[in-house]
């Protein structure tokens, strides 16, 4: 195996006993970035200088006997997370020039790590989308077959580590966008409780539901991830002071007795016949590790969708109204008055989703609709959260799929936001209650790109998440889906 092949865990563990040092890692990461980006396009920044830099300071540290679980370790980080003196596009035309004059909380905790920032991640334009097509800087494509969609908005941190790129990376979730790409390319994608993580130094697309989490290639690495990152940020209103436990420690526990819930509604119409069959074994194993698996109800689940697309568009619309050619960012040439420069800035700056999701959200927030709309969609968002309280009354985890269909082709389904839309009815619902969720891989599709089964947790409760999917991950080892790197050797090389 290839460095850039190996865990987090494993790397820390031949960082540590000296058998391999950070700057050869890291070398052996960025060289594979060149070998196979062309065909992925996951990064809009690569910080070649700076990540030989760091990986040289972080062997320092080591030599001196200063080692925690991320030191020397070449991450990814989503391009909207901000580091100091490097761009944040958000990947978009808006923000293409914009440096970041300071770094996001948990871009801090990384350096005191002394983890080594690989490069910035593609994403959807301003993270809206589910198949990183939006994105100002082209599409990124699923490392098991380049002609579908990694997924999305974090499609980019989902195909770089699945490809090798980076050994892990950090992705956010406003709906879905690091459960729903982890599943489409294959890895482990978490999203952290709602407060768990400082969203200090995120760029905002919708408050209220934005989550920064790990994105990595299994469990053990997630766990690892998630505990350095996590911990109250006073720079952060909606942080939790909370202590962070030790999440892998609980890694390897009994399952046995823990009751998982399926519910109902997420088995309706529209389901892929893949991705039922992905759920039946995952159930399968649960019971053979000697959980007790039922059925329960989330009796609105209907009108997820709904309530998600009226609340995020109008955070949405509100958190970029900063941007106005003003103060940063894309500034339109050629306008007589401010009036015009305005408006000329935010046409030519964004594009047609973000556009779309502007208009939406200053619609429903605006007088005489508010009511009808955004009050509405907040009050069903409340029987949403009782729903999930209810449930975990019952049960300890639910079990569910993340997406309806599996990955797409690229292009498929850009003329129809509306079905683009429809396929976050599994992910939104961990937002707008703020819960936890996991996504994991646990099957494949026809055409034999990954599908991936999510764990939702009651609130901070992280833990069990984890050491229930790291249960189904020894579990699942019976069954295997194609290499990822044979397989990327395949069609990486055409
Ligand atoms: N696909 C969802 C959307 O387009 C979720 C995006 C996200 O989680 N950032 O809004």
């Known amino acids: 195996m290839k460095l850039y092949q190996h865990s987090i865990h494993k790397l820390h563990k031949l960082l540590k006993s000296k058998d391999i040092n950070s700057l050869e890692l890291t070398k052996s990461v960025l060289q594979h970035i060149e070998e196979v980006e062309p065909y992925l396009n996951a990064f809009i920044t690569i910080m070649k200088e700076t990540a030989l830099e760091q990986a040289k300071e972080a062997d320092k540290k080591i030599a001196s006997g200063k080692i925690s679980a991320l030191t020397g370790i070449p991450l990814g980080i989503k391009d909207l997370i901000c580091i100091k003196g490097v761009s944040t596009t958000c990947a ?52 098991w077959n380049l002609d579908y969609i990694p997924g999305g908005s974090s499609g980019g941190s989902a195909a770089a580590t699945a490809a090798g790129e980076c050994i892990a990376s950090l992705g956010s979730d406003t709906g879905g966008s690091i459960r729903q790409p982890a599943s489409h390319c294959g890895i482990v994608g978490l999203k952290p409780t709602y407060g768990r993580v400082s969203r200090y130094g995120l760029v905002a697309f919708a408050s209220s539901l934005d989550q920064i989490g790990p994105m990595t290639r299994d469990v053990r690495d997630c766990s690892i991830f998630l505990e350095a990152i996590s911990g109250y940020d006073r720079r952060d209103s909606t942080s939790v002071s909370k202590d962070v436990p030790h999440f892998s420690a609980s890694l390897g526990e009994e399952i046995k007795g823990l009751r998982i819930g399926i519910p109902q509604e997420y088995f309706g ?27 329960i109800s989330l009796p609105h689940t209907e009108y997820v969708v709904a309530v998600y697309y009226i609340i995020a568009p109008a955070e949405a619309s509100s958190n970029l109204a900063r941007y106005d050619g003003v103060k940063y960012g894309y500034r339109t040439e050629n306008s007589k008055d401010l009036a015009e420069m305005l408006n000329k800035t935010r046409t030519e700056g964004f594009g047609k989703e973000v556009i779309r999701r502007i208009m939406l959200g200053t619609y429903s927030l605006s007088a005489g609709y508010y009511d009808a709309y955004y009050k509405k969609a907040s009050q069903v968002r409340t029987l949403l959260i009782n729903d999930f309280k209810e449930a975990f009354d019952k049960c300890d985890i639910l079990l569910t799929p993340i997406s309806p269909i599996p990955p797409f082709k690229i ?78 050797e395949k069609t990486g090389t055409k």
């Open 269 to 295: 119409k529209g389901l892929d016949p893949d991705v039922q069959t992905t759920i039946d074994r995952a159930i399968r194993d649960l019971v053979s590790l000697g959980a007790r698996v039922e059925e």
């Open 92 to 143: 978009s035309k808006i923000l293409e020039n914009f440096i970041s004059p300071y770094d996001a909380t948990v871009i801090e905790k990384l350096r005191q790590e002394g983890a080594v920032f690989i490069g910035k991640l593609n994403m959807d334009e301003f993270a809206m989308g589910s198949s990183t097509e939006t994105s100002y800087f082209g599409p990124t494509k699923n490392p």
């Open 411 to 488: 292009g498929e389904k850009m003329n129809d936001p509306l079905t683009m839309y429809l396929t976050d009815i599994y992910t939104i619902a961990a937002n707008l209650s703020g819960i936890p969720g996991l996504s994991m891989p646990y099957g494949k599709s026809k055409a034999g790109l990954p599908i991936g089964i999510q764990l939702l947790g009651n609130y901070f409760d992280e833990e069990t998440i984890l050491k229930t999917a790291f249960m189904l991950e020894q579990e699942k080892s019976n069954w295997t889906i194609d290499c990822l790197y044979s397989k990327y």
